[in-house]
């Protein structure tokens, strides 16, 4: 399907379908953070195989405010001839109220009543009902809170629900998913670019000038039969706003003062960076603002394993402005 249908992502939170086995012990296995903009750094170059590899090169990075998460519930689930199902749910006693314009919360908490109605021999698998605090980002014109599923992985199944009811309501930070020097997987909603033309969708090739009428249109849209436009002829329709991953992104750097990464007034259309952040080697989906998701890396054997954490000599914090 070389021209298959696209259309506006259903939702700006992105979403991953599966999740790697955790190889260390119980964790989160994701995060989430919005896009602050791009630098650039001086890093020694960590790539065995490259022709700099040892020495000192620039390098485009892109900065991730990730201000703490806090865990609303825990969701367990079992095994069925159908797949994985919920077996039920334990929520908070205490939640944000602004997570209320997000998704139904119950009002009256139930505390331990909860964890008696789940059938613990039968869990498969955990994961936590996480959502973020974009009232700590200045550069969020938002309130309400981002509701997402985040796996719990690593160690037994014992271990995943013990630490689950541990951070049950609390904060976690992006330090408790990722250190320095780890490689992960990018999730986000791409920049919006509206209707466009098969010519600029697709890279069509212009009509002859002997064409009447117009050229940026597509020469056919196929044979007499069957009676229908196939799915394989480019046509006119959404351009961007698709949610795209990106696999093996390499954190160069998860640090906690944000000074240390805004550039003289601030990034463009964000301002100045008040949370922990994360740097990320190279580009992410989307535009400033974007929340971006992040997920310890699902196909992990194309890359190399550090044995400490890249070494950044220089972080560009010159102006953004032109001036």
Known sequence: ??????KRALSEVPHFNSWPDGDEGP???GFAGYKAGMTHAFVVDY????TTAGQEVQV????????PMKVAA???YGRTYEGLQSLGEVWADKLDEELSERAPVAKKAKGEEQWKGIDLPKVEDVRALTY???TLVTGIPKKVPELMETRIGGGTIEQRIAYGRSILGKEVRVTDFAKEGAIVDVAAVTKGKGFQGPTKRFGIKLLSHKNSKHRRGVGTLGSFQPGYVRG???NGGQMGY???TEYNKRLLKVGEDGDDVTPNGGFLHYGKVRNPYVIVHGSVPGPTKRLIRLRDAARPQVYVKLEKAPELSYISKESKQGV
């Open 47 to 50: 790539r065995p195989t490259s």
């Open 27 to 29: 964790k989160l296995q």
């Open 132 to 134: 973020t605090q974009p």
């Open 242 to 244: 698709h949610q795209r």
């Open 60 to 67: 485009p990075v892109t900065v991730i405010e990730c201000p």
């Open 74 to 76: 825990v969701r367990f």
């Open 1 to 6: 399907m070389a021209y298959w249908h696209r």
């Open 232 to 234: 394989t002829v480019p």
